[in-house]
């Protein structure tokens, strides 16, 4: 599979991430099959369940139900889908952020023998901390 184990969840709420911003329906139903494959993969039935029904064609009319009922699935299943009032450029950031993120979860995925499990671990756990919490346990 092009996601591995270690990045299903990343990788899910990379996807319901960009599915709400990207706001044209077609594009972001792609990114709504990923999620609802990594949710079955993650053994959340629940919230595979919810996504799979969402239509696959609508006109536009049907666009804005589409995306509300998608954000309500995120929000009550990942937390995602808040209202936030970010910049072009804030959004850019977040992305590249977690672009990142699952990036170095591929590399480390990819080099396990070379990289202590120690290193590992720490990364693990403190990837995606608030960076005030990093500052703060320095």
Not at 12 to 25: E, K, M, S, T
Not at 30 to 40: D, G, P, Q, R
């Amino acid at each position: 599979p092009l996601v591995a184990e270690g990045e299903l969840d990343l990788a899910l709420d990379l996807c319901l991430a960009v599915a709400l911003r990207l706001g044209q329906w077609q594009a972001s139903r792609v990114l709504v099959t990923e999620a609802t494959s990594f949710s079955k993969r993650l053994g959340l039935e629940e919230l595979a369940g919810q996504l799979e029904p969402l239509p696959q064609q609508i006109s536009s009319r049907e666009e804005a139900d589409a995306f509300s009922r998608l954000r309500r699935i995120a929000l009550r299943h990942r937390n995602i889908g808040r209202e936030w009032d970010l910049s072009t450029e804030q959004w850019e950031s977040f992305a590249d952020y977690l672009e990142a993120n699952l990036l170095i979860m591929t590399l480390m995925n990819e080099s396990e023998a070379r990289l202590p499990a120690a290193i590992r671990t720490q990364i693990e756990d403190e990837m995606l901390l608030p960076w005030a919490h990093l500052n703060s346990s320095s």
